[in-house]
């Protein structure tokens, strides 16, 4: 079982930045692919970004591409989102999200097993 803590969410202003971050319990970290998500009232949660175990590859939602960095660092267990540029409709919770992955270096867009609380980001126009 891996036990996801997320941070960094918050008010800002569009325009301005946050990073987020997401702990995990997980001593074998470096084995999951990490993803983030998100989740706006009324909609469906979709795919914010993605990065295999070892952070060479990377996905990424086409509405954050060019202004959303995804990154990891496994000898701290940890993943984080750099959010710049941000904007009213980036407004909705964030979610951390994990998932084994075994013999391959990829970062999945779906079929995630574990997942954080989530952590409310917030940008007023």
């Known amino acids: 079982q891996v036990h996801l803590v997320e941070s960094g969410g918050g008010l800002v202003q569009a325009g301005g930045s946050l990073r987020l971050s997401c702990a995990a319990s997980?001593?074998?970290?470096?084995?999951?692919?990490m993803g983030w998500f998100r989740q706006a009232p009324g909609k469906e949660r979709e795919l914010v970004a993605a990065?295999?175990?070892?952070?060479?590859?990377?996905v990424y939602a086409d509405s954050v591409k060019g202004r959303f960095t995804i990154s990891r660092d496994n000898a701290k267990s940890t993943v984080y989102l750099q959010m710049n540029r941000l904007k009213p409709e980036d407004t909705a919770v964030y979610y951390c999200?994990?998932?084994?992955?075994?013999?391959?270096?990829?970062?999945?867009?779906?079929?995630?097993?574990?997942w954080g609380q989530g952590t409310q980001v917030t940008v007023s126009s």
């Open positions: 999200a994990a998932v084994l992955v075994i013999n391959s270096d990829y970062a999945p867009r779906t079929e995630y097993d574990y």
């Open positions: 997980e001593r074998t970290f470096s084995t999951y692919a």
């Open positions: 990065i295999s175990w070892s952070g060479v590859s990377t």
